[in-house]
């Protein structure tokens, strides 16, 4: 099993920056993939960016260019950087990993964009 924690979620304005951190209790270098999901208010949860055990990442055509997935292998740790953030951008933010064929889902993390 994975234990996921996020943080780094809150209230930012247009154009600013925040960066989520997911905490896995077991070693990264064992999980399939890692990374991170949204639900927008009234939305369904939308893949933002993930990444593989072999450093492959992915992002959704909304957030390319302006959010960038990186891991600490030594502190177990995937983040999220999130630069030029829009209103649009408000959501929960979800931790996901993919370890022996099964998903684990943080307990999400709210970001607000709003002036």
């Known amino acids: 099993q994975v234990q996921l924690v996020e943080s780094g979620g809150g209230l930012v304005q247009p154009g600013g920056s925040l960066r989520l951190s997911c905490a896995a209790s077991?070693?990264?270098?064992?999980?399939?993939?890692m990374g991170w999901y949204r639900q927008g208010p009234g939305k369904q949860r939308e893949l933002v960016s993930t990444?593989?055990?072999?450093?492959?990442?992915n992002y959704a055509d909304s957030v390319k260019g302006r959010f960038t997935i990186s891991r600490d292998n030594a502190k177990n740790t995937v983040y999220l950087q999130m630069n030029s953030l829009k209103p649009e951008d408000t959501a929960v933010y979800y931790c996901n990993a993919v370890f022996l064929e099964r998903d684990y889902w943080g307990q999400g993390t709210q970001v607000t964009v709003s002036s």
């Open positions: 077991r070693s990264i270098f064992t999980i399939q993939t």
């Open positions: 990444m593989s055990s072999g450093d492959r990442t």
